[in-house]
């Protein structure tokens, strides 16, 4: 499975932006989603996950109520939509997949495709 991500842009703060994902080789169903970013200087950190099995979704405490993520079966494509962004949110962002639908996915250990990462850069 290879992933394909892409949306990302450079946005003025309290813009929004959607990263999309797409796993080529795969059908979406058959993985749990994450999305995980790297800001500048820092270690990769974990954003949101979601959960096909109850369609649970998890997020990183500094963006619950801002980004949002979602998938569509017949584009077999998973979505970040990032709204209110601020300048802490620059950083390379990446979409991940995993085989089974256990846990959270809020590690990154827990995954076994990741994608090549899309530059989201939030001015102030």
């Known amino acids: 499975v290879q992933l394909q991500a892409s949306g990302g842009g450079l946005v003025q703060a309290g813009g929004s932006l959607r990263l999309s994902c797409a796993p080529s080789?795969?059908?979406?169903?058959?993985?749990?989603m994450g999305w995980f970013r790297q800001p500048p200087g820092k270690e990769r950190e974990f954003v949101a996950s979601i959960r096909w099995s109850d369609v649970n979704t998890y997020y990183k405490d500094s963006v619950k109520g801002r980004f949002t993520i979602s998938g569509d079966g017949a584009k077999n494509t998973v979505y970040l939509q990032m709204n209110s962004l601020k300048p802490e949110d620059t950083a390379v962002y990446y979409c991940?997949?995993?085989?089974?639908?256990?846990?959270?996915?809020?590690?990154?250990?827990?995954?076994?495709?990741w994608g090549q990462g899309t530059q989201v850069t939030v001015s102030s």
């Open positions: 991940a997949a995993r085989r089974g639908n256990r846990g959270t996915g809020t590690s990154s250990s827990v995954y076994d495709y």
């Open positions: 080789g795969g059908t979406l169903s058959s993985y749990s």
